[in-house]
């Protein structure tokens, strides 16, 4: 059974940093990718980043380039994205989902129709 669990959300100020967590469960499929997306409040999900795991190439939304970055750990089975330089309009449920076979990050971006999905996790920055 596929499982992932994020973790690393919390309070921050404007300016502050967090980095966020996706645990997975041990994948059967030799090639897949993690993204990250959020919604907040009354707008739709967003995908924010993503990671392959074929060549390691990665997508970034122009709202979060330059200030996150995405990471993995394959060791621990977990994805990591480093949330520096947040401002309010960061505030959102963040989920991490992951889509077995191939996938091209850097060409497809992270689109919402991905497989697997964690329950998310909350991200608030105050002003």
């Known amino acids: 059974e ?8 919390g309070l921050v100020q ?6 966020l967590s996706c645990a997975h469960s041990d994948f059967t499929f030799d090639d897949y990718a993690i993204g990250w997306f959020r919604q907040a409040p009354g707008k739709e999900r967003e995908g ?4 392959s795991s074929s060549d390691g190439s990665t ?10 970055t ?9 994805v990591y994205l480093q949330m520096n330089s947040l401002k309010p ?18 060409g497809y971006g992270a689109i919402d ?3 697997y999905w964690g329950k998310g996790t909350l991200v608030t920055v105050s002003s």
């Open 2 to 9: 596929v499982q992932l669990v994020e973790s690393g959300g």
């Open 14 to 19: 404007a300016g502050g940093s967090l980095r």
């Open 48 to 51: 924010v980043s993503c990671i």
């Open 59 to 68: 997508y970034y939304a122009d709202s979060v380039k330059g200030r996150f």
């Open 70 to 78: 995405i990471s993995s750990d394959n060791a621990k089975n977990t």
């Open 89 to 106: 309009e960061d505030t959102a449920v963040y989920y991490c989902a992951a889509e077995p076979g191939y996938y091209f990050c850097a």
């Open 113 to 115: 129709g991905m497989d």
